[in-house]
Every structure is written in structure tokens, then in C-alpha cells.
């Protein structure tokens, strides 16, 4: 395999950032981590769960991996999770402790206490209880960003019944699907929420997927939000503020085999029916911890922690409910859009809560460089220590403003590579320890293995651009595909036998760091050469003038694939004649010329999915001018029809 890569988009980027040496010095995260789990892998992680968790029964082995690829881990082991990750923390005398700073998109507040939201746990329990709720039976959420979402995860996992928390963003269909392939038995949703200041709605959608099927669900439990008009089924819909309302605050939690399902989380799939990916419980919320500990470098009695994911999204799962919650930490819960009313809602936040540690995705980074430093510049933002990313590769471009704008040149930005299937994060450098480089994800986290092999399975050596792969099991692992096993086996165990392919193409450098390459399906051959999109991409945004870049590879004649590439200028930029000459020179020089785009289109949108990633499935359509396949992943359709005209105008 020929890789003609380099490192693109190093602009303003530093190479490397080492350790500040006051930080290091306090760090949560040790080098020692990475010898003692190369020692004693199994050992490592037993040592982890026993240490973040509190186990009503301890286990007795740590991995089971005789019915590979599925896993039991610290088999013999029961605990709650719920207990674990609110009622303990009471206990413990933490209970005054802040759990929750949540704030409305219109300015509303709440401040939930860890003994607030374990009675507020209990109590929705019991309500589910009531409802007929049983261990084993599943329950899909439909909820905004507002507590009772978390809490209403919580209650699920006290009862050790599944949950299947299902985007807000969603649509009927989408829901209906989910809720039939997982046989929900209740759905909790709300009246409706707020974005971009107006309230919108969520139980319409709710009624309508229930009235097209889903005969498994006998109620619906509707939590007051915004006070939009509903309309109601007696005998099947229950107020939240009723049931939760009256149920006692005793409740008795079971204690559950670590491998009783946690959740299941549908992943958006960009072909083919969506994928129920199932997690359990001990195995998960050991490594969420572990990770969120370590890799954040929190200490629950200093540090305010927020992460801007959405719990529609397993980023929501593992870093806003599961491990924060498990280490007893304070975090901020937002409601709505980074820009409402203004667009320094997010650096207002990070400045009123004191917010120390900072988690969030590249697209939103590259939203706000796009927007310009004037709006973090309005904020006091010297609370935060630590910024996170992850969803995607984060161009060193992005990630040198982030840690600039928003980290004043002082935090660690950690990128953290992982994704649903892996339940909590894989690679990614420690904070203090590692020293950073912007644009790679760098190293498996201790207890994680990883290689980079190519087309036979083979270890690539530095430089070579091949597929991701783990290669030992981890406690956060998917335990399969809800209801379809041996999907599971041919999607990620059969093309590299007895390792996990991931599905990201990678490479090592000249220091053995890993770079995520995108997708694999996003990975181009042209003229027989493997080009990667991310690549691409990194090297059109070091330009000056452009916010954001979408490349895709569309079928040439002579080339096999040709690059074409889609961007979106800064605010302020405009096209010129020489624009998109001037970009295909940028990339020749950051790659070299046989990574010049064949076609640079300027456009004011890029299509997305409602977890932010762009659909380049959808842009290649336009490439290769055929009719737009399936669009309804979307956020805004509409953006497909915007981004023809302009390309028939150019012509
Ligand atoms: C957590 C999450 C997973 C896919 C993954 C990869 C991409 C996520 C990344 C990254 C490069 C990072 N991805 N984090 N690529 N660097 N730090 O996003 O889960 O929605 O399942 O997506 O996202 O392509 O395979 P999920």
C-alpha cells in the first residue's frame, strides 16, 4: 500500500506540546499506568473495577473470552449501576455535592444535589416500577438535554431494565424503528423543548410513531418541558410530574450480573438498517470511569466538567451520564444551541459555572473559529485546565485554536478516539503525561491495544496508511447487535479474524503516534494512490480564508477516483476568481500535487447528520451528478438543493 500522505494542515499548528510541568506534577494520570497494564493487562483492569467501582459481589475472573468475539468481563460480579453512580456518593457524605448545573436554552436553571438526584432516581423507579417495568424489559428515551433525561436513564439501569435512548432530533420513523426493533415496553418523553429560542416539539412524534406500530409499548410518561399543548391517550399516557411525582422515595435496588444489559444504542448507520449496539454493565461503566478520570484528569472536589454532547449520542451515555456520574463529579447540563441568544452562550456557560474541564467535537470548533474570537474574547474562560475532542479528526488547525482561543495557550487538548462500539475511549493521549500533537490521537489508553495493519492483516510500519484494529478485548467493548448476533461477528470480526476492525483507516508516524484517517469507506485511490479525505481536509482548512472543507472521491475515468472538494469560507472571505485556484496550490504544497482537488465547489453549508459528522456519501452524489440517495439523516435536507444550485451556477 502507497501512502503519499503527510502531515497537512500543520499551519500555525506547533508539532508537539509538551507537558506543562506544574500540571504534570498534580496529574490524575500516571506514566506508571501504561507499564503496569503492559505487565499485567487483565490484572490492570481488575485492579480499575475494583478501585472506580462499588461491587455488591466481586468478581471472579476478569475476562471470560472463550466464547469470542463475546466478551464476559469480571464474570461472577453483581452491582447496581445507579447505586454506583449516585446513591454511593451520598453515602459517602458527598450528598450536598452539585451533580447538575442545568440551564435552559431560555436562561432557566436548576441545581440538582447527588442526594436530590438519588431520591429523584428512586423515585422514578418506582414510577417505572408501577408502570409494570421489570428487570430485562426495555424502555426507549425520547428526551431534550434536561435532567430528567439523566434521570430517567438512571432509573432504567436501578431497575436493570435496558434503555434506548433515542435522538430528540429524530424523527417519527426513526423512532418507530427503534422502539420496534428493541420491543420498548414504555417510552418517556416530554411536551417539547427550546431551540434557537423557540419551543419545539417531541410527543407529536412520539404519537405518531406509536399510531404507525410499535404495539410493544403500553405507556408513555411525558415530562412537562416547555407547556406546548399535547395531545393525550388515556390509559396509555402518564404525566412524569404524576407518577414520579406521588412514588415514594424508598426504593430497594437489585443487584445485577455484570454482564446484565446496561443499553442499547442505535448507531446512525450511514447505509443499511441502523444497528442496536448493546452494552452491559460492569465492563462499562469501569472503563467510563477509568477514562473520564484519567484522560479528563478530574478530581470530583475541584473540577466542573461539561460535556456539550447530547445523551441522544453514546458521547452522552459515556461522558455525561455514566462516568462523570460514577466519579461523583459536578457537571453543567445545557439545553439548547451554542448560539442562542448570542454566540458566546457557550463561553458565558463556561464562565458563569466555573467550567474546568471541557469536552466537545471538531465541528463545533471549527463552528465557533468560523464565528470569530470576538465571542469567547467577551468570557473570562481561565477556569479551564482540560479541552476535549472527539467525533472526528481534529485538524491541527482547529485544535491549535482551541487550545489558543479557548485554552490561552495553557491547557492540554486531548483527542480522544473511540466510538459506539467501543463504549468509552480507546486512543487518546493522557493529560501530563503524554507530550501532545495536534491532529493525532496519538496512543491506545493503558489496558487498550491497537494496530495498523494493511489489506492482509499484516502490522504496517511508520508512515503507512492502513485499517485500525484492537486487538485485545476491553471491558467497555459491544457485547453484540441487539437481536442479531451474527451481524455482529461479520461486521467486526470477520474481515481481520480474531481482531476488532474498527472501520477508520490510520496510520503510525516516525514516533509511532496514530492518525485517524476517516472513515475507511472515506479513503480515496486515485491514480493508485490512498489519499485520505481527513487529509485533504485538514490541508484546505490551514488555509486563511476557509471555516470548514468536505472532501469526497468521485469515480474519474483516467484516475480510477478524483478528489473533489466542498468549502465553506470565513465569515468576512469572499470567493474571488482566484479562490479556488489558490486552495488546489495549498494542497499541492501541504500534500503534494496528486492531492489536488480536480474540483472545488464553495458552498455556504455542508450536509450533516444530526451528530455533526458530514455526509459524504451525500456530496459524492453531487460529484459524480447523479440524483441524492436517502437524505432523511439529515438536519436540513434542504441544504442538498442549496448546495446544487450553486454547483449549476458555477458550471
Ligand atoms: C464517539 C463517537 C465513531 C467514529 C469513528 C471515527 C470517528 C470519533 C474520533 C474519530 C478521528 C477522533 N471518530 N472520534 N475520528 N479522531 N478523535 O464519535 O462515536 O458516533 O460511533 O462515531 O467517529 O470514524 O469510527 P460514533
Known amino acids: ?122 423515585r422514578a ?43 430528540g432530533g429524530f424523527s417519527a420513523d426513526a423512532l418507530r424503528s427503534r422502539i420496534e426493533d428493541a420491543e420498548a415496553k414504555v417510552v418517556i418523553t416530554c411536551d417539547g423543548s427550546y431551540r434557537r429560542g423557540k419551543p419545539t416539539t417531541l410527543k407529536p412524534a412520539v404519537d405518531a410513531a406509536l399510531a404507525k406500530g410499535a404495539p410493544s409499548v403500553t405507556n408513555v410518561l411525558v415530562v412537562r418541558r416547555n407547556g406546548e399543548a399535547v395531545d393525550w391517550t388515556e390509559g396509555r399516557d402518564v404525566w412524569w410530574h404524576d407518577a414520579v411525582g406521588a412514588a415514594g422515595e424508598e426504593h430497594e435496588a437489585q443487584a445485577f450480573d455484570a454482564e446484565h444489559p446496561l443499553y442499547i444504542l442505535y448507531t446512525s448507520g450511514t447505509t443499511g438498517k441502523p444497528k442496536g449496539i448493546l452494552h452491559t454493565s460492569g465492563g462499562y461503566l469501569a472503563q467510563a470511569a477509568y477514562t473520564t478520570k484519567n484522560v479528563f484528569d478530574l478530581r470530583p472536589e475541584r473540577d466542573v466538567y461539561w460535556c456539550t454532547a447530547d445523551v441522544g449520542w453514546v458521547t452522552g451515555h459515556s461522558y455525561v451520564v455514566y462516568g462523570p456520574l460514577a466519579l461523583g463529579v459536578t457537571q453543567v447540563v445545557y439545553e439548547g444551541t451554542p448560539d442562542t441568544p448570542d454566540k458566546d452562550r457557550w463561553w458565558s456557560l463556561v464562565e458563569k459555572y466555573g467550567v474546568t474541564v471541557l469536552y466537545t467535537a471538531p465541528t463545533a470548533i471549527r463552528t465557533c473559529m468560523k464565528w470569530g474570537e470576538e465571542y469567547p474574547g467577551r468570557h473570562d474562560l481561565s477556569s479551564l485546565r482540560v479541552l476535549g475532542s472527539v467525533g472526528e479528526p481534529i485538524n491541527p488547525e482547529a485544535w491549535a485554536w482551541y487550545r489558543r482561543v479557548i485554552g490561552a495557550d495553557r491547557t492540554p487538548v486531548v483527542d480522544t478516539w473511540w466510538q459506539t462500539e467501543t463504549g468509552a475511549m480507546m486512543i487518546s493521549p493522557l493529560p501530563g503525561v503524554t507530550t501532545l500533537k495536534p491532529g493525532s490521537a496519538q496512543v491506545p489508553l493503558p489496558g487498550v491495544a491497537a494496530e495498523v495493519v494493511d489489506d492482509a492483516g499484516e502490522p504496517l510500519g511508520h508512515g503507512q496508511a492502513g485499517y485500525l484494529v484492537l486487538t ?56 493508485g494512490h490512498r489519499l485520505s479525505t481527513a487529509e485533504i481536509e485538514s490541508a484546505l482548512v490551514s488555509h486563511p480564508t476557509v471555516a470548514e472543507a468536505a472532501v469526497v472521491g468521485a469515480t474519474d475515468e483516467t484516475t480510477g477516483q478524483a478528489v473533489v472538494a466542498f468549502v465553506i469560507l470565513r465569515g468576512g472571505a469572499q470567493e474571488g476568481p482566484d479562490t479556488v485556484r489558490e486552495l488546489r496550490e495549498h494542497v499541492g504544497q501541504e500534500i503534494g500535487p496528486i492531492a489536488k482537488p480536480r474540483s472545488i465547489m464553495v458552498v455556504a453549508e455542508l450536509p450533516k447528520t444530526r451528530s455533526g459528522k458530514i455526509m459524504r456519501r451525500l456530496l459524492r452524489d453531487v460529484a459524480e451528478n447523479r440524483a441524492t440517495g436517502d437524505v432523511t439523516t439529515l438536519t436540513d435536507a434542504s441544504v442538498m438543493d442549496t448546495i446544487r444550485a450553486g454547483m449549476t451556477r458555477s458550471e
Open 125 to 167: 423507579a418506582n414510577a417505572l416500577a408501577a408502570l409494570g417495568v421489570q428487570a430485562g424489559d426495555r424502555v426507549a428515551i425520547y428526551l431534550p438535554m434536561i435532567p430528567e433525561a439523566v434521570v430517567a436513564m438512571l432509573a432504567c439501569a436501578r431497575l436493570g431494565a435496558p434503555h434506548s435512548v433515542v435522538f
Open 1 to 122: 500500500m502507497t501512502d503519499t500522505t503527510s502531515q497537512a494542515g500543520t499551519g500555525h499548528a506547533p508539532r508537539t506540546v509538551d507537558p506543562d510541568p506544574d500540571f504534570a506534577a498534580q496529574a490524575v494520570a500516571q506514566a506508571a499506568l501504561y507499564e503496569e497494564a503492559d505487565t499485567d493487562r487483565l490484572g490492570f483492569w481488575a485492579r480499575q473495577a475494583r478501585e472506580l467501582l462499588t461491587w455488591d459481589t466481586d468478581f471472579t475472573q476478569t475476562l471470560d473470552w472463550s466464547g469470542a468475539p463475546f466478551a464476559k468481563w469480571f464474570v461472577g460480579g453483581r452491582l447496581n449501576v445507579a447505586v454506583n453512580c449516585v446513591d454511593r456518593h451520598v453515602e459517602a457524605g458527598d450528598g450536598d455535592r452539585v451533580a447538575l448545573h442545568f440551564e435552559g436554552e431560555p436562561g432557566d436553571t436548576r441545581t440538582i444535589t447527588y442526594a436530590e438526584l438519588a431520591a429523584d432516581v428512586r
Open 472 to 527: 485485545e478485548p476491553w471491558p467497555s467493548m459491544l457485547r453484540g447487535l441487539w437481536g442479531d448476533p451474527q451481524r455482529y461477528v461479520d461486521t467486526y470480526w470477520s474481515r481481520f479474524p480474531g481482531r476488532y476492525f474498527a472501520g477508520d483507516g490510520a496510520k503510525r508516524d516516525e514516533d509511532g503516534d496514530i492518525w485517524l484517517l476517516g472513515r475507511v469507506d472515506d479513503v480515496m485511490n486515485v491514480s
